[in-house]
């Protein structure tokens, strides 16, 4: 068989320690090693995105966007790659287009490369502008297909997505399963099927959650995956991703042999091992997300939605109820048109059906995200709603529901957000932190002035800032 070797995205500075552990690794925990994994040879590094821009800000008081130029100042021969929520950004709503530009464009002038990019209902509509704004500033831009089961999704439905990604312009593909859903075999059929109808590169992006991992992605190699993520060792399975090493161990002598040279992985393993050590030793990282959680196969919910669901009944001395929010959660995401379950659906799915269970009447109280959802708010969903379900939550309102592109109806707002924080801008890319997480980002502002005032009294302006912290 010909040579084809399988390439290799690196996740522990994004996603492994956003999932084991509450994105609490600091720039000044990453950086000692950066050197090292740059010569590594890795497809790319997942380091920025996601949930790590609101963990800088809020628990970390630092600059997401100086962490983003520090990773470009010592990744010289690595590309650097992000995860990017669709319309949402790295935020909970809807943006503008202009704002959404503008993230783009920043993002690529500070140092990455590649963006992922997805939507939690894949409707592409909602990918439009950042994919067009990534090539507008010569990136790579990724359209993930959030993976989930249901009626729904079909092989069929799979391939006819991922030919409309590919006519988008994208540059290639990933099927991102969050949840740990994919096992072996269907990711098999699943690569199979994409590879004969699209001629972009396929990625598998996949968690541990439920101890498949790295047997659908053996199985996804097999059938012409031509990247997979992974994790260092000491931050790999359980909720995190398939460890690095053991993948390259798996592949090799194979066509598939990644080349990667397992004695710098080996030091760099050494090092996020005392890290694994310390966060173990201050319960930062908690043995149980290292496990297998057979539940998101027998319930297919995200490990994260569990654990949410069970602290939401857990303050209502409610935990007797799990079973009936387990039954409940596959109906309300089929009355909500069998959405993923994925940031934001995967919290609006399982928040309505923890309120369900506890009023004793569905929908006596429907969220505001749920409204919102059946309004066509966060776009189009696979499946119609339920007709009922819309009758009661929303009433006359259902006159107000949008089938257009949600961000169609949103007015550029970039001014407007500069106008409101200007007192507090130092760089261009204040004004974006400040779109996304306006309450953190002026906390974090004015952490930074008060620092830069301690630094050099002389300048501190007392009365229009520098606030002691
Ligand atoms: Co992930």
Same mark, same amino acid.
């Given at each position: 068989?010909?040579?084809?070797?399988? *390439?290799?995205?690196?996740?522990?500075?994004?996603?492994a320690?956003?999932s084991?552990?509450?994105?609490?690794?600091?720039?000044e925990?990453?950086?000692p090693?950066?050197?090292?994994?740059?010569?590594?040879?890795?497809?790319?590094v997942e380091?920025?995105?996601g949930?790590?821009?609101?963990?800088? +800000?809020?628990?970390?008081?630092e600059?997401p966007w100086?962490?983003?130029r *520090?990773?470009?100042?010592?990744?010289?021969n690595?590309?650097l790659?992000?995860?990017?929520?669709?319309?949402?950004?790295?935020?909970?709503r809807?943006y503008?287009?202009d704002v959404?530009e503008?993230?783009?464009?920043?993002s690529i002038a500070n140092?990455?490369d590649?963006?992922?990019?997805?939507?939690c209902?894949?409707?592409?509509?909602?990918?439009e502008?950042?994919?067009? =704004?990534?090539r507008k500033e010569?990136?790579?831009s990724q359209? =993930?297909l959030?993976?989930?089961l249901?009626e729904?999704y079909t092989? /069929?439905?799979?391939?006819?997505?991922?030919?409309r990604?590919e006519d988008?312009?994208?540059?290639?593909?990933?099927?991102?399963?969050? =949840?740990? &859903?994919?096992?072996?075999? /269907?990711?098999?059929?699943?690569?199979?099927?994409?590879?004969?109808n699209? %001629?972009?590169?396929?990625e598998?992006?996949?968690?541990?959650?439920s101890?498949?991992?790295?047997m @659908?992605?053996?199985?996804?190699?097999e059938?012409?995956c031509?990247?997979?993520?992974t994790?260092i060792?000491?931050?790999?399975l359980?909720?995190?991703?398939?460890a690095t090493?053991?993948m390259?161990?798996?592949?090799?002598?194979t066509?598939?042999d990644t080349g +990667?040279?397992q004695?710098?992985?080996?030091?760099?393993?050494?090092?996020?091992g005392k890290?694994?050590?310390?966060?173990?030793?201050?319960?930062l990282?908690?043995?149980k997300?290292? %496990?297998?959680?057979i539940?998101?196969?027998r319930?297919q919910?995200?490990?994260g939605?569990?654990?949410n669901?069970?602290s939401?009944?857990k303050?209502?001395?409610?935990?007797?109820?799990?079973?009936d929010? &387990?039954k409940?959660?596959?109906r309300v995401r089929?009355?909500?048109?069998?959405p993923?379950?994925?940031t934001p @659906?995967s919290?609006?799915v399982?928040?309505?059906?923890?309120?369900?269970?506890?009023?004793?009447?569905r929908?006596?109280?429907?969220?505001?995200?749920?409204?919102?959802?059946? +309004?066509?708010?966060?776009?189009q969903?696979?499946?119609?709603?339920?007709?009922e379900?819309?009758?009661k939550v929303?009433? $006359? /309102?259902?006159?107000?529901?949008?089938?257009?592109?949600?961000?169609d109806?949103?007015?550029?707002e970039?001014n407007k957000?500069?106008?409101?924080?200007?007192?507090?801008?130092q760089q261009?890319?204040?004004?974006l932190?400040?779109?996304?997480?306006?309450?953190q980002?002026?906390?974090f502002?004015?952490?930074r002035?008060?620092?830069q005032? *301690?630094?050099?009294?002389?300048? $501190?302006?007392?009365?229009n800032?520098?606030?002691?912290?």
């Amino acid at each position: 068989m010909e040579k084809k070797p399988l *390439k290799i995205t690196e996740t522990v500075l994004r996603d492994a320690h956003q999932s084991l552990m509450a994105t609490r690794l600091t720039t000044e925990q990453m950086l000692p090693v950066i050197d090292k994994m740059d010569k590594v040879g890795y497809h790319a590094v997942e380091c920025w995105g996601g949930a790590t821009f609101d963990a800088s +800000l809020r628990f970390l008081k630092e600059d997401p966007w100086e962490r983003l130029r *520090k990773f470009r100042d010592g990744f010289k021969n690595t590309k650097l790659q992000m995860l990017f929520r669709g319309q949402n950004i790295l935020g909970y709503r809807h943006y503008a287009d202009d704002v959404v530009e503008y993230f783009v464009q920043k993002s690529i002038a500070n140092g990455i490369d590649i963006i992922r990019i997805f939507d939690c209902l894949n409707d592409l509509r909602n990918l439009e502008t950042a994919v067009k =704004a990534c090539r507008k500033e010569k990136g790579h831009s990724q359209i =993930a297909l959030s993976y989930t089961l249901g009626e729904a999704y079909t092989k /069929e439905y799979w391939m006819e997505t991922a030919k409309r990604i590919e006519d988008m312009g994208a540059d290639s593909i990933c099927i991102k399963d969050m =949840a740990g &859903l994919l096992i072996p075999y /269907e990711a098999q059929a699943l690569v199979g099927a994409l590879k004969e109808n699209v %001629g972009i590169p396929i990625e598998l992006h996949t968690h541990y959650t439920s101890g498949v991992a790295s047997m @659908s992605c053996m199985k996804a190699v097999e059938a012409g995956c031509d990247i997979i993520d992974t994790a260092i060792s000491p931050l790999a399975l359980g909720t995190s991703q398939p460890a690095t090493e053991v993948m390259v161990e798996t592949f090799k002598g194979t066509p598939y042999d990644t080349g +990667l040279n397992q004695d710098i992985l080996a030091e760099i393993s050494a090092y996020f091992g005392k890290i694994r050590e310390e966060s173990l030793a201050s319960g930062l990282l908690n043995p149980k997300v290292l %496990g297998v959680n057979i539940n998101t196969l027998r319930y297919q919910v995200p490990g994260g939605m569990l654990s949410n669901m069970i602290s939401q009944l857990k303050e209502q001395n409610a935990e007797d109820k799990y079973e009936d929010v &387990l039954k409940e959660i596959p109906r309300v995401r089929k009355d909500l048109g069998e959405p993923p379950l994925v940031t934001p @659906s995967s919290q609006i799915v399982g928040t309505q059906a923890v309120l369900n269970v506890l009023m004793g009447e569905r929908y006596k109280v429907a969220t505001k995200e749920t409204k919102s959802i059946l +309004l066509g708010e966060y776009g189009q969903t696979v499946k119609p709603f339920n007709p009922e379900v819309v009758d009661k939550v929303l009433g $006359a /309102e259902k006159e107000k529901a949008i089938t257009c592109r949600p961000a169609d109806l949103i007015e550029p707002e970039l001014n407007k957000i500069e106008k409101e924080m200007s007192r507090w801008k130092q760089q261009d890319e204040d004004v974006l932190s400040y779109a996304l997480f306006p309450q953190q980002a002026i906390d974090f502002f004015k952490f930074r002035e008060a620092q830069q005032t *301690k630094v050099d009294p002389d300048k $501190a302006d007392y009365e229009n800032g520098a606030y002691p912290v």
